[in-house]
Structure formats: structure tokens, C-alpha cells
């Protein structure tokens, strides 16, 4: 017997929706190649991230600094042209922030990158300061917020056309440190907490140490930022968020990530045709 599909009843057909969904939104994390599932638009998404970036822009001092600039203009440059492949929709777009005592970075789908003038204060040179902006634009690489979405649609498929659109909770994604929720605006802190679960942000570790090598910067440097910023966080006493430990890994676990990725990334770094130019951040 035939029957029209609009004769079964929504909990026979929205779980077959998401099966015929899920097979066509599936890809490759670059680098990694894991398996992921995308059920959002690029164009869409990136469009939404644009405005929301534009309003983000709004909320935080833009830096006047040309020399802080200048030097996130250029590893934007050298990096962005190394991934071209792997987000060929991006535009991308990278300022600072004014704000000396935040140090952290975070992105937004369609290649929207913000670092704030403490990281770059922070940084002992060009390829510290690429090692967190190639960790920014990995999570762009690799869909990570088309993912959340995505995950959000399968586990609610009615709810999922609403949760697209809602704008806040696309800012801040990416950060290279938990505690950007509160810098970037309240409302992006519960975004930032939940989307980027552990494998999110080791993922990111490793895919953006292998950017920076192809860009030409030195891998080392990643280590050797993370190892700066763990002693500086035990120095002061500085507690992440609640429910932070939750869902961030801490710096010994991205450490020895790093450390088993290294010999990897150096022999890309030394096989580069670009040299890295170590410039020294003023
Ligand atoms: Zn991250």
C-alpha cells in the first residue's frame, strides 16, 4: 500500500529528514580528516557571522595601534593564503582590539578574526602571536560552529531553524582562552562555554600548529606560548569561568598534544618554502 508522506506522523519523518540531511551534509575536517557533519549553509552562516561580527566591532575599542596592525595584518595574510583551499568562501577580515589586559583572540565563520592588544603584548615575536591566530582560523577550517549547529539540529530538528539565527550565539567562537566570553559581552559567554568542547579546541591545536608550519612560522613557538601563558595563569591565581574546567582542556593535555605533533610540524616548517621572519612584536 502507498501512502503519502504527509500521512506519517512527524516522529517517522523528522528522523528520516535528518538521516537524508546528514548524508549530504557530511565533509573532511582538513588536516585531520575526521569525519563531520554540516547541515547549515556556508553562505548563510558566514553572512550571519558578518553582521554579528559588525556589532561585536561595535562593543570593543578598535586598537589605533599601526604596529599591532600591521603585524596581525601580515600573519593574517601568510595565513589566510596557506588555507585558501580548505575555506576558499572565506573573507577574511582581522582587527584588534583594544585591550591590554585581555590575552586572547577568538573567530567567526567566514574568516572573521579579532585579537586583543594583550595577547600581542604578550607574544615574544611574529610566530607566537601566528601559532593562536592559525588556532582561530582552524576552528574556521574545520566548521566547528556549522558543527554545533548542526549537532543542535539533529538533537532538535523543530528547534533548529530558530537557533541558526540567533545572533549572540555565534560571536566568540574560537577563543584561544576561556576567558573571552566575558571580554567579547555577556552574551556570548555561554556560547563560548558550551560550543567548544574539549576535542573542539585540541583539534583546533593541531590543525592550526600544521598552518602556521605551512606558513612558515615556527611550531616551536606554539609550545613555547602555551608553556608562557600556563605560568602566567599559575602565577596569578586565575580561575576560569564555572563550568569552565568542564569543557576546556587544560594546558598539560594541549601540551602533549603539541609535543606528539611536533616532529610533524617541524619537518612541514623545515620543508617551507617561506622563511619566518621572527619579527619581534614592539
Ligand atoms: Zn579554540
Redesign the pocket.
Known sequence: MIRRLSSYSPLVILPLATIVLTLSGCYNVPVTGRNSVSLVDDKDINAKAAAEFEQVKKMHKLSRNPAQIKIVNHIGSRLSKTVFWDVPLAEWEFVVFQAPTTLNAFAMPGGKVAVFSGLIDFCENEDQLASVIA??IA?VAARHTHERFSQGMLLSPLGAATSIGVGGAISGV???MPSVGSAVGGVTTAATQLA?DRGK?LE?DHIGLMYMAKAGYDPREAMKLLEKMEEREASSGAVGPPGWMANHPGFPQRQIQLMELMPEAIKIYENGETGATHTIIE
Open positions: 588556532h582561530e576552528h574560537g577563543v584561544y567548544f579546541e583546533a
